[in-house]
């Protein structure tokens, strides 16, 4: 038991701030990276200006709300703060009017959103933290308070005045459950103290910290200094919030129902040298009320038209599908016609040539040729003389019919037709016929194309008549061997 003016045990000694250690990368939380792009994503998808408004205000009066139930300033029944969130700070008078809402705590729940705006500024103008930002952020936040308790060294408490914007004039040292003291620094050295926290700070955003453990950092460090006689936790949770915000995240709300107890136990920890279960803490904080904001946009963007563009979508999708599967039962048909085809002009072509006695030797395949980068850019090539583009990355097939004269140095010639989409649009696809050499002096060669009528187009909403394609066929290979003809 202690006697009334004996001297109290100390639970905790204070001691200068410390730096982050070395070792932050091992609990910092980088998955939040993901978290944060999606809701990016989303933010930039609102035009309307009004949207955008009344999301900002939804998470800066939950911020400015439930700062200051944290300290006690106030109590406010979970109902109104939801009330408050939805309809926003301009219907604080039907809660004040039914005695939900004091006056007093009205105006300090303004201030605190105030607070918020002055944090936003400063990103906006791109400050750097000083102390005059700090002594502004607190004097801000604790304009309509006017009065605090403060415990002398024998831990006798007494009312002072509070110093809004000026470092502390007494000890504000806490007294424990058990009756010890929880010691923060002492008057004389808050100056140098703040100082080194802004300094290190500073040389934390040089070598990239990242948010969650600098917010965490900066946060603990400004509590071991508890620099003001009252208000060290407000302005402690606006640190961490600029910290965030510099980096595109919410504002940090520490919610009193759902995160008091792991906070507090957070922030005991870090005074024993973890500071892990607060980076944790701070981390998990920022993923939820980044998935709820990014339902949220999703919500005021529209779920009715959402949910029509996702069914057409879905609905465009199985048509592309339907329109693959078409139209590769199409081309799988007029592929065997032209295998077909190319392989009694390979019988004609052998016969003719063994009766004249030269030796060709001439077989038609498939696309199955090792030499795949070669045949697909004399494709597209193809394609590029009819002024289009191949689309080679899909659905495609090609044949070839080889012709290759042993006797003498004639170069190897080759007659390819081609089945591919045509310039990228689902359910258009082209049939082109041309000749061409494999041989490494005609590599850069661009094959031959014979009139316009060596181009056959389809598509999977149309009828396919195959009559009209062995026309095509017929006189593009025709036409493909006279050239080849000339040219041996």
Known sequence: ??????????????????????????????????????????????RDPTKVARLHERLAVRWAIETG???????????????????????VEQFTSTGDLSRNAVKMISDQRAALDFLFQYIKEERQLSLSYIKELH?????????????????????????????????????????????????????????????????HNAKGV???????????RFTEIHPFQDGNGRVARALATLV??????????????????????????????????????????????????????????GEGIRALAVSAAEAAKRRLQQDEETIARATDKLLVVTQDRLAEVAIELQQAFTEVHVDLDAIPFHSNDANEAFWSQQIIKAAQQYGYFAD??????????????????????????????????????????????????????????????????????SRLSEDEFRLWLEAAVQRLLEEWQSRV
């Open 1 to 46: 038991m202690t006697i009334e003016g004996e001297p109290r045990a100390v639970s905790h000694a204070w001691n200068p701030i410390a730096d982050v250690s070395d070792g932050w990368e091992a609990f910092a939380r980088a998955d939040l990276d993901e978290t944060l792009g999606n809701w990016e994503s989303e933010w930039s998808s609102l």
């Open 69 to 91: 139930v944290l300290e006690k300033l106030y109590t406010i029944d979970r109902g109104v703060t939801e009330s408050l969130v939805e309809l926003g700070l301009g219907a």
């Open 139 to 203: 004097q801000l936040l604790l304009q309509n308070q006017f009065h605090t308790e403060a415990v002398d060294q024998f831990g006798t408490k007494f009312q002072t005045e509070v110093l809004k914007g000026k470092w502390k004039e007494f000890p504000n040292n806490p007294v424990t459950i058990d009756g010890s003291i929880h010691e923060y620094c002492p008057p004389d050295f808050v100056q140098d103290e703040m100082e080194q926290l802004l300094a290190l700070h500073e040389s």
């Open 210 to 220: 990242r948010p969650e453990v600098e917010a965490a950092w900066l946060h603990h």
């Open 244 to 301: 965030f915000l510099k980096k595109g995240f919410l504002p940090l709300v520490i919610r009193a129902s759902e995160h008091k107890d792991t906070y507090l136990d957070a922030l005991a920890r870090a005074d024993a040298g973890d500071l892990s279960p607060l980076v944790n803490l701070f981390a998990n904080i920022q993923a939820t009320d980044l998935e709820d904001a990014i339902t949220f946009v999703r919500e005021i963007r």
């Open 392 to 461: 080679l990355g899909r659905f495609r097939k090609w044949v070839q019919l080889r012709l290759h004269i042993r006797s003498g140095n004639v170069p190897k010639w080759h007659i390819v037709v081609s089945f591919h989409h045509k310039e990228s649009r689902a359910g258009l696809m082209a049939a082109v016929a041309f000749l061409t050499t494999s041989e490494s002096d005609y590599y850069e060669a661009r094959p031959v194309i014979i009139g316009t009528s060596h181009e056959f187009t389809y598509s999977a909403g």
